[in-house]
């Protein structure tokens, strides 16, 4: 019987993971919608929309370039900054 | 076939064939390297798909946004101010905003409320079904998907909410925007500056800030200049300072960041640390066959070098192939609890994660090349010393 040898069943591992993979970005690539970026485009320019609309939880991560700074006791001389989501951005600059 | 590579492959077969005879440590090997790949990949495709898109969309942010500091927090900002600014040559308009935050007692939602003093006909585009409110009609809105679930409408078109007096507006929703752009607006309930100013008691002398629109983009820092030396006490926000916020705010530099990389970082020198320690005796034994039949010391490298690439390739593609799933098809499910923390209205992301090649070496270099060191180090080091002695 024929018997694939060890380094063509890697091969062939691989290669099946990678075809995988290609066709996850090309799905992803066929779902990007042109129309609906044209509308993005179009609501940041009529609304005046400067921040993604992520974290809504307080107004420095709902609006992270028209709000004040993210600093400890910002908000009150002993209130520590303690929503969660403060820790997913970086500083603003 | 050239001979040399012939012997390469068959050193390959060797290794792989001797990975497979310990088949269970190195498949719970690979599982962990995996998902400590998963995490690094998730979080650099999740940061570099939301910068992409910041990018984007933001490229029409306002040109110019004026805000009046009052100890060092935005205040409301006199309409008087519109005057000042409309001797500055370069500027196309100005236009005062009134924007803010409704914080739904009920739900514990804060929903922002803007109202404008004119609605772009372009907009009916970004309207699921419906018209823009009308300025002769009092309470007319267009509310955001997130809003809508939250107050959970149905078929109802009328609501009520509280203005900072308690006393009770009613609003009609004569549109929502449409679900594909949840991104920006899925908080957002849209309304005239009438209706804004009646529901959060606002002054009629007052905006909340002004949006100046500049007539050449290439003037934006200069009439920015001349607008902070005219309004003193104002903050002037342009255009590429929103660019630049978004282009640095996601990334390693944050809180989870770090912890995502730390952890990594953790978990590969413990792998590291643990390789590097010492080879069992076992495998010590079966270098000392290997030389003893005639096999170089280079070759038992070799051997030892293809089994960590074979391991870490395999992890890292593994990883990879998890963590872009993760985060276009389960829009990164794992993070939401911290990335939207305890926020009640939070948007479906519906993200198209890019694969960058510095990703993709980013990742490579905390994975793949520490353990490669760390299988080949120990293995050299046996490999070196004589047959026997290394069989004893």
Not at chain 2, 272 to 299: C, F, N, V, Y
Not at chain 2, 333 to 351: E, I, K
């Amino acid at each position: 019987m024929f018997a694939l040898r060890p380094a063509s069943v890697f091969a062939l591992v691989l290669f099946g993971l990678l075809l995988l993979d290609m066709s996850l970005v090309g799905h992803t690539l066929l779902q990007r919608n042109s129309q609906r970026e044209q509308e993005m485009y179009i609501l940041t320019e009529t609304l005046g929309i400067s921040d993604l609309c992520l974290a809504t939880e307080a107004r420095y991560t709902r609006h992270l370039t028209l709000s004040d700074g993210i600093a400890p006791f910002m908000d009150h001389p002993v209130a520590l900054e303690h929503f969660p989501s403060g820790s997913f951005y970086g500083r603003v600059e | 076939m050239s001979l040399g590579f012939q012997k390469q492959l068959n050193i390959l077969d060797y290794g792989l064939a001797s990975l497979w005879r310990r088949k269970t440590k190195n498949i719970c090997v690979i599982i962990v390297f995996s998902l400590v790949i998963f995490l690094l990949s998730s979080f650099q495709f999740l940061t570099g798909a939301l910068t992409s898109v910041a990018e984007k969309t933001l490229r029409f942010a306002p040109e110019i946004t004026v805000q009046r500091m009052v100890a060092g927090r935005q205040e409301q900002i006199p309409l008087a101010y519109v005057a000042k600014l409309q001797n500055i040559f370069g500027i196309r308009g100005v236009e005062p905003r009134i924007w803010g935050y409704h914080f739904s007692t009920v739900t514990g939602a804060n929903i922002t409320v803007l109202g404008l003093t004119s609605f772009d006909k372009r907009l009916e585009k970004s309207l699921l079904v419906g018209r823009l409110p009308r300025f002769g009609q009092a309470g007319e809105v267009v509310l955001g998907q997130g809003v809508v679930r939250d107050l959970n409408l149905q078929n109802r078109r009328k609501f009520a909410l509280f203005r900072p007096d308690l006393s009770q507006k009613t609003f009609t929703v004569v549109a929502e925007f449409k679900p594909e752009s949840e991104l920006l607006t899925a908080d957002i309930m849209l309304m005239s500056m009438a209706d804004g100013r009646d529901f959060f008691n606002m002054s009629s002398d007052f905006a909340t800030d002004l949006v100046v629109q500049v007539a050449n983009p290439a003037e934006i820092e200069n009439i920015a200049r001349k607008i902070g030396q005219i309004l003193a006490d104002t903050r002037v926000v342009t255009r590429p300072q929103i660019q630049k916020t978004y282009s640095l705010v996601f990334g390693w530099r944050s809180g989870f960041g770090s912890v995502c990389l730390l952890t990594s970082l953790a978990a590969f020198i413990i792998l590291a640390w643990d390789k590097a320690s010492g080879m069992t005796p076992e495998e010590k034994r079966e270098i000392g066959i290997l030389k003893l039949l005639g096999w170089q010391t280079s070759d038992v490298l070799a051997v030892r070098f293809y089994e960590g690439f074979a391991v870490s390739v395999l992890a890292l593609v593994l990883g990879c192939t998890l963590g872009y799933v993760h985060i276009a098809f389960f829009e990164g499910v794992l993070f939401r609890p911290l990335m939207f923390g305890w926020s009640v209205l939070t948007p479906n992301l519906q993200l198209s994660p890019e694969i960058h090649l510095t990703d993709v070496l980013l990742v490579t270099c905390f994975s793949v090349l520490p353990y490669l060191v760390a299988t080949v180090i120990p293995a050299w080091r046996a490999a070196s010393v004589p047959p026997d002695s290394a069989m004893r």
